[in-house]
């Protein structure tokens, strides 16, 4: 069994859904949200079939808005989150990348929902792009929750820093790039029981196929370039990491 923990499943992204969704049949997807229109919208493709779980959050992206805006999504997630289908809070976090962002309302936006989180026992799911400082200072003051770092990209040093706050690490197609040495040495060094499975689907996809679309079913190639890192057969990758997942997400899977 695998376990997809990261990817964003919107009928926008794809002609043929069904299809990504049931080459995944006797694996499980669990399918992020990042605003209320796309949170939604995985709630109603849950109970469709039997193999997805969702996070629902808001992404920072989103966070510059009114506080009469903000709060209507914070009412949103609370009023979701005992979804049975719902196994966290995601993808939420902090992004610097561009010009324009507000710092503030960021880190405002975030804290409000990894309180929600706290409120009602959920594991988080972590966006930190050019923030990692201040991903990290936050998380320390959250070490009670389950944290994971959605596509961590940062150093080993990091890493192991992000593991002594009870966190574990995504791990994508980024892996399998050419110029990706620092998660190459990361993946290398940190233990598998920390390394969870992900592609960040429709995006990200993996080599040898970047030039495609990617989806959930392309974790195994994430695995594969695990294997072949950590000098480990493929089969012991694709249990400890199903393993951990479903100990994150408290899924109710049996392998």
Do not use: W
Request: hydrophobic share 35%; aromatic share 8%; charged share 25%.
């Amino acid at each position: 069994m695998m376990i997809d923990t990261h990817c964003h499943l919107e009928q926008k992204d794809y002609e043929n859904l069904d299809e990504v969704i049931k080459k995944m049949d006797k694996n499980i997807i669990i399918a992020s949200g990042t605003d209320i229109d796309s949170n939604k919208e995985i709630l109603s493709l849950c109970p469709k079939y039997n193999n997805i779980y969702c996070t629902i959050g808001i992404h920072p992206e989103f966070a510059n808005i009114t506080a009469e805006e903000m709060s209507n999504m914070l009412l949103h997630l609370e009023q979701n989150l005992n979804n049975k289908y719902v196994v966290g809070i995601g993808e939420i976090g902090l992004d610097y990348h561009y010009e324009g962002f507000n710092k503030e309302k960021q880190i405002n936006l975030f804290i409000k929902q990894l309180d929600l989180a706290r409120k009602y026992n959920k594991t988080v799911v972590i966006h930190s792009r050019d923030a990692i400082n201040d991903t990290f200072e936050i998380l320390k003051n959250y070490k009670d929750l389950k944290k994971v770092i959605h596509c961590y990209s940062s150093s080993l040093e990091m890493a192991k820093r992000f593991i002594e706050i009870n966190c574990k690490l995504g791990i994508g197609g980024v892996l399998t790039f050419k110029n990706s040495d620092k998660i190459k040495e990361v993946v290398k060094n940190i233990d598998l029981s920390y390394l969870l499975l992900e592609t960040d689907s429709p995006y990200l996809t993996p080599e040898p196929f970047r030039k495609y679309k990617n989806e959930p079913y392309n974790i195994i190639y994430v695995a594969k370039k695990i294997s072949e890192l950590k000098e480990i057969p493929l089969e012991i990758v694709l249990k400890q990491t199903t393993l951990n997942a479903i100990s994150q997400f408290d899924l109710s899977v049996t392998m």
